[in-house]
């Protein structure tokens, strides 16, 4: 079973503890599951394009914490496979284009929040099957967004395959896809003007 599937099921059976508003979402991918092919819901859940970014993030190692954790290769938690495979798996039936464009998440501290949005801006930028994608971290201040974009340069660093794949910027705070021209970009309010603004991402 799809591990986003998986972790709707156990919230709606009470497996597992959550807030309402998390059992809504839950149970409305359910729903959704069963109105799949009918005349009046244009969406499918797509496990393949779901699965893909579930297993990019779980081609990456950790960076941080105590010895025997760094190096080793992200596990997700279930949670983390639901927001992911929900924001991927969902697609429109007819042209692939994602249902949901946007997404809040809020979780406590110390729940990976920024580990969990580099993953997604490395996808983004670089393997999205978009050309020229433009990927931007923002907060209020530069040095905010870039805990964001600095976690996703120590997944580079840390992947052989990575390093030749991106090119990092850290005097401008960019980093640059090889192969498809993407770029992601740590973003504050007092960064200034900046030319070409076509987020594919942020």
Request: charged letters at 25%; glycine letters at 8%.
């Amino acid at each position: 079973m799809n591990r986003t599937t998986q972790y709707a099921i156990e919230v709606v059976e009470g497996k597992i503890k959550t807030g309402e508003l998390v059992k809504l979402a839950c149970q409305r991918h359910l729903d959704d599951l069963e109105r799949q092919g009918t005349e009046d819901f244009p969406y499918v859940f797509d496990e393949n394009k779901a699965n893909r970014i579930l297993n990019f993030c779980e081609k990456l190692k950790f960076t941080d914490g105590e010895a025997e954790i760094v190096g080793t290769f992200i596990k997700l938690m279930l949670f983390q496979c639901f927001i992911l495979g929900s924001l991927f798996g969902w697609v429109h039936k007819d042209t692939g284009y994602r249902r949901f464009r946007k997404s809040f998440a809020m979780l406590a501290r110390k729940n990976s929040k920024s580990i969990l949005n580099s993953c997604i801006g490395l996808y983004m930028t670089g393997f999205d099957n978009y050309r020229g994608a433009q990927t931007y971290m923002t907060a209020t201040k530069l040095k905010q967004a870039r805990i964001c974009w600095g976690e996703a340069v120590k997944f580079i660093k840390m992947d052989r395959d990575l390093r030749t794949f991106f090119r990092i910027r850290d005097h401008s705070s960019e980093v640059i896809s090889k192969h498809n021209e993407g770029i992601m970009m740590a973003l504050g309010k007092d960064t200034g003007t900046i030319d070409g603004f076509n987020p594919h991402c942020g």
